[in-house]
């Protein structure tokens, strides 16, 4: 599965994206947050403050209680700020 | 028929004025039109700022944009509607976003022109660095700008 970082959260994780494979019992967005979060201190960084990332799956807005097992890419990344 | 719909992320500055031609040109059913440029400003709270750097998730940016031209034209008997977006290092007094709509009559352009504007703010995959003063911060999200596209959820088309 490929994960995507952009703005401030690419930043912090220090690379715009990579493949995983998914662990076992990871069935969330939020889950799959957390576990990212345990993967190093440049994750732990990035993801400090879940509630104020926001998440795509396959380039569509999903919220944190979204199922991740039938996407093949998922995207974090703060608020937007565009127009 | 069809609404006749652009959307680029692009780059390159472009012509609002030439944009709204293109929507109007060799028509006589449309009434008004209605173009909304977006301009980066030379100071931010105060201070002078050298530049702002848009990124953008390319794929979901055209994807959700062209979801919300979708929802526009389902809304609002819109005509046309062009809406571009830049993306890269923008310098102060440069364009950053188009929106154009047109209509018979004022009220849907106005109205989905804003629409547009409004959820482009909140709901499209882009963001903003701001460089001041030799550093480079990313700019926070606005409750006033999710104030704004909330309010058009649940309304219905007038």
Redesign the interface.
């Known amino acids: 599965m490929k994960i995507r970082y952009f703005a401030w959260v690419r930043e912090r994780v220090g690379k715009p994206e990579e493949e995983i494979e998914l662990p076992a019992g990871i069935a969330t967005v939020g889950e799959l947050m957390d576990w990212l979060a345990g993967r190093g201190e440049e994750y732990a960084y990035a993801f400090e403050n879940r509630k104020v990332i926001r998440a795509a799956i396959d380039r569509t807005h999903v919220r944190p209680d979204a199922p991740i097992r039938a996407a093949r890419e998922i995207a974090f990344f703060p608020p937007m700020t565009g127009g | 028929m069809t609404t006749p719909t652009t959307i680029r992320l692009q780059r390159e500055t472009f012509d609002a004025a030439a944009e709204a031609a293109k929507l109007t040109r060799g028509r006589t059913d449309i009434g008004a039109v209605v173009t909304f440029t ?1 301009i980066c400003r030379g100071d931010e709270a105060g201070e002078p700022i050298a530049a702002l750097t ?4 390319p ?3 055209e ?2 944009i062209t979801r919300h031209v979708e929802e526009a034209c389902a809304r609002w008997p819109v005509l046309g509607v062009t809406v571009i ?1 830049r993306y890269g290092r923008i310098a102060p007094g440069e364009d ?2 188009l929106v154009v709509t047109t209509s018979s009559h004022r009220a849907a352009a106005f109205a989905a022109a804003e629409f547009l ?1 409004d959820y ?10 701001v460089e001041k003063a030799g550093a480079k911060n ?4 606005k409750e006033s ?1 999710d104030a704004a596209a909330d309010r058009w959820r649940g309304k219905a088309a007038e």
């Open positions: 977006g848009l990124e953008h998730y794929g979901m940016a994807e959700e977006h950053i976003v504007m482009l703010k909140t709901r499209a995959p882009f963001w903003k660095q990313w700019v926070a999200a700008d």
